[in-house]
């Protein structure tokens, strides 16, 4: 899904074509791209269920910009694209809106194709849009409340999931070593649908590993392990015949272009020396296991870096997307992190060995529901309920919520309920949605920050004149 960064810590990938000339063209542009779905739990892969989506949805509808309009489409539909939308036309967890004051402003919508202006206000206009009558034509799972969304017989693939979660689970349930360049494989190669070859994987892993070991040994530090983060950060940073006299950077393409969800992928920045702050932070922990050097992976909303030690035992914030290092209060104010969140170990804090692998999982979760439509089903609540037993990750902690948003969802639509003041009253739903609530006001409580759109979209210019201004310079020495 998508991309936005703060100069100096980009995030993850968004790419939305603001001259889509044709509705395919407007579907293909919003349909997997965007990174941040990663590390952006208000806007994770697709799960357009929550309540959030829904309210913003009719905000965007009634009175709002074209760009922030566009955002949510872009941030909220996969490859269904009008099904999902019209799952958030029928929510019954929003209120009625001003019809024509959201049709015309459609209408006046140059972002937007003119027939896909028209299905939208065809939709909304529909007169059993709040009647109990409607009934979804879409076969799409998330798109059909009739739908067994545990019948994963639909989508041939599912068994290479079953095999990452496997996999993840034993690491965590000790039953088998911590591995994270293998979880991390693992889970990539669900995406590829398990054309991945993990013996050139490893055999250019242990290259690198090699290579900076030997690196390390000709540099003279106070310790072997800053040798070790110092020899990593130059392979990072520096031609050198190691990464081929081609440093690792920023992947801009996967910021301007769509490149869908591969464009963060560990397997794609070994290919392509490309990556974000999803995959760079990732590889740079996985050289480091294998090598023997203390580095942590530590998060913060929209984002993920690297933390190791200096000899005098202070603690270093590396930016892999842009090989700078941060002070911890520039990550707080921009990020917006709170003492909350990193007393909860939400945010800033290292991540463990297993904390780490936990990440993979929601990587699975997103891949999960890209290849097979289903965010909401056995599959996924096993996956986040396994992951937040060892580390209470705000991404897994969304896919959380909006599963329970979904099942909330389906049962008022075939109760007949249509409003969520009727859910509210219901004897059995209103606990459910109580509880659904207090599940929210906990989240927020630890700290968990949500970035507006006009924040997101503030920070995605930031990041194209980041860009530009770096290419600028380079061209003129």
């Not at 170990?345 to 990440?359: F, P, S």
Request: charged residues 25%.
């Amino acid at each position: 899904m998508r991309e936005l960064f703060l100069i100096f810590t980009f995030v993850a990938s968004v790419s939305f074509d603001m001259q889509a000339d044709s509705c395919a063209r407007f579907k293909e542009t919003v349909s997997d791209s965007l990174w941040f779905q990663w590390f952006l739990p208000e806007y994770d892969n697709s799960v357009e269920i929550s309540e959030m989506r829904n309210e913003y949805l009719f905000c965007r509808l009634a009175s709002v910009d074209c760009c922030s309009f566009l955002l949510f489409l872009s941030n909220s539909i996969g490859n269904t694209t009008l099904f999902k939308i019209e799952k958030e036309l029928q929510s019954p967890l929003h209120d009625d809106i001003d019809i024509e004051t959201c049709a015309q402003n459609i209408l006046s919508c140059p972002v937007i194709e003119n027939n896909f202006k028209s299905w939208l206000i065809d939709k909304i206009k529909q007169p059993t849009k709040y009647q109990s009558s409607f009934v979804f034509q879409s076969v799409d799972p998330i798109a059909n409340f009739a739908w067994n969304e545990n019948d994963t017989t639909r989508y041939e693939g599912h068994y290479r999931f079953e095999y990452a979660y496997k996999l993840i689970e034993d690491m965590l349930t000790d039953k088998r070593p911590l591995d994270f360049a293998e979880a991390v494989f693992a889970v990539e190669n669900c995406m590829y649908d398990g054309a991945l070859d993990y013996a050139a994987y490893c055999i250019e892993l242990e290259r690198i590993s090699k290579g900076i070991t030997q690196m390390a040994s000709s540099i003279t530090a106070p310790t072997r392990d800053v040798a070790l983060n110092y020899a990593i950060y130059l392979f990072y940073t520096q031609p050198c015949p190691l990464n081929h006299y081609n440093p690792y950077e920023y992947d801009k393409i996967s910021l301007i272009e769509d490149v869908g969800l591969t464009g963060g992928f560990v397997t794609h920045l070994l290919k392509t020396k490309a990556g974000t702050c999803h995959s760079l932070p990732y590889l740079y922990k996985i050289i480091a296991d294998k090598i023997g050097a203390e580095a942590y992976i530590a998060t913060a909303p929209l984002h993920a870096y690297i933390r190791h030690q200096d000899a005098d035992g202070n603690w270093w914030n590396y930016e892999t997307t842009t090989g700078t290092y941060s002070r911890s209060a520039f990550i707080m104010e921009n990020f917006h992190v709170n003492e909350n969140a990193i007393k909860s170990g939400l945010y800033m804090t290292n991540l463990t060995a297993k904390e780490t692998i936990v990440q993979c999982l929601y990587d699975l979760l997103c891949i999960y529901e890209r290849k097979t439509g289903f965010c909401s089903n056995d599959f996924v609540r096993k996956c986040y309920n396994l992951g937040l037993n060892y580390h209470y990750a705000d991404n897994l902690h969304s896919f959380r919520i909006n599963d329970l948003k979904y099942q909330l969802d389906k049962k008022a639509w075939n109760m007949g309920l249509r409003s969520e003041s009727e859910i509210q009253k219901h004897v059995v739903l209103g606990k459910e949605y109580d509880y659904l609530q207090r599940q929210r006001k906990e989240f927020e409580e630890m700290g968990c920050y949500e970035f507006s759109p006009e924040e997101y979209l503030k920070k995605y210019q930031e990041a194209l004149d980041y860009i530009h201004k770096k290419e600028k310079n380079q061209s003129t020495r």
